[in-house]
């Protein structure tokens, strides 16, 4: 099964490879982003504008 994923990627124009790649890049972050608790993120802090920082 790999060799044809080899041979698939070798036969691919270049324009392709780079919109894959792009992609496979968007669907990764896309689950990175969707999934905080895989990665022991804390997300329950506040917003930064509900807090604004001090003028003086």
């Known amino acids: ?3 044809y994923v080899i041979r698939g990627w ?3 124009s270049p324009a392709r ?3 894959r790649v792009i992609m496979i890049g ?3 972050f ?3 982003a969707l999934t905080p ?3 022991s993120r804390q997300v ?3 917003f930064p504008a509900a807090n ?3 003028t003086s």
């Open 30 to 32: 896309g689950l990175w």
């Open 10 to 12: 070798q036969q691919m």
């Open 17 to 19: 490879k780079v919109r």
């Open 37 to 39: 608790y895989l990665y």
């Open 26 to 28: 968007l669907a990764v």
């Open 1 to 3: 099964m790999l060799s």
């Open 52 to 54: 604004p920082a001090a």
């Open 44 to 46: 329950d802090e506040a």
